[in-house]
Every structure is written in structure tokens, then in C-alpha cells.
């Protein structure tokens, strides 16, 4: 399969990082970084740039286009890392307000972007990146789902599929993939760790 089969397209992370930003707009004003437009703003001029790039699919190499993708997810991370710790100290101090429907609103909110935030991370550092798995550099992912351990699976030389599972420890797992696991954050990991305990057990 050539570079130009392997080729991811534009839509769905577009649709993640459009989605993540408006999640962030959406939030209050005491929950944001001052002022409230920056980081948002920023974060829509990067991906502009980066759908001109590569408008429709993936597969333009440029090191300040991957350095772009990678400034935005890291963007989006920032500002949703924010807003979730100004949401905790409100709720510490009690100053986050008292109606319960917002405070839910905004905490969801934060969860939904920070699982886009986490998968826009996935897609952005496994085997290189979307441009290096288009051309094939690295042949074995770095995050997987079980189903990709299969001979008959098609998913083993298709498309990019990239999963929490291989996030738990290994001494067999390459060094590069072990380095990224310590960085998925505690609780993600025993429960991701637990359900792959769990099916090693199944019959």
C-alpha cells in the first residue's frame, strides 16, 4: 500500500479541535484564561494554518506544520488544564457559585475537551505522527487496540487506530511507547489496566 493509500483525512480532527474549542469558548469567563479570547483565537489561527497545509489529507511534510499540530493540541491542553484547576479551586473556596446546573455544565465541558485533548495527543505522537504513518517509517504502533494483535485483523495494516491499552507497564514494550505511557494520568491507566487484566483472564 502506498503513501498516498495510507493518507489520513482532514475532517475528523478537525471536527476534535473545532469541537475542543468550542467547548472552551462556552465555558465562563471566571473559568478562562484573561482575556477569555487568546487562547481560543490562537488556537483557531493554527488550525487555519494548518487546514491550508493539508485541507483535505494528511500528507504534506513540513516541520512547521507538525510543529503547528503540535503547539495546538498542546494549546488546547493548556487552556483546558486551566480552566480545570480554576474550577477546583472555586469549588474548594466555595466561589464558584451555587447553582448546581452550570457547575455540572462546566465540568463537563472540561472532561469532554480533556478526552479530545488526550486523543489529539495519541494521534499526533503515535509512530511519528500522521505524516510518518503515512509514509510508513514506523511499521508497529505505539497505542493499539487489542483487536490490532490479531493476524486476521484487518485493522493490523489499515488505518490509524490508536487506543489507552497499551498504556499499561511492560518491560517487553519499547522503550519510546513505555516513555509516553508515563505521561496518561493515574487513574485513566489502573482502569485501563484493570479492564486489560480482565480480558487476559476471559476464556
Known sequence: MGAQDRREPRLPVSIAVLAAVALQWVLPDQLALNPTWLLPGLELVLFAVLLAGNPVRIARENRWLRAGGLLLTGLISLANTWSAALLIDGLLHSSAGEEPGPLLVSGGAIWLTNIIAFALWYWELDR?????????????????????????????TGNHISSTISTCPS?????????????????????????????????
Not at 518491560?171 to 487484566?197: I, K, N, Q, Y
Open 171 to 203: 518491560p517487553m514494550r519499547p522503550r519510546s511507547a513505555r516513555r509516553r505511557a508515563a505521561a496518561v494520568p493515574l487513574g485513566e491507566m489502573t482502569m485501563l489496566c484493570s479492564r486489560r487484566s480482565h480480558w487476559s483472564q476471559s476464556p
Open 128 to 156: 511519528g505522527g500522521p505524516v510518518a504513518r503515512a509514509h510508513g517509517r514506523r511499521t508497529l504502533p505505539d497505542f493499539q487496540f487489542v483487536q490490532m494483535s490479531s493476524p486476521n485483523s484487518p485493522t493490523r
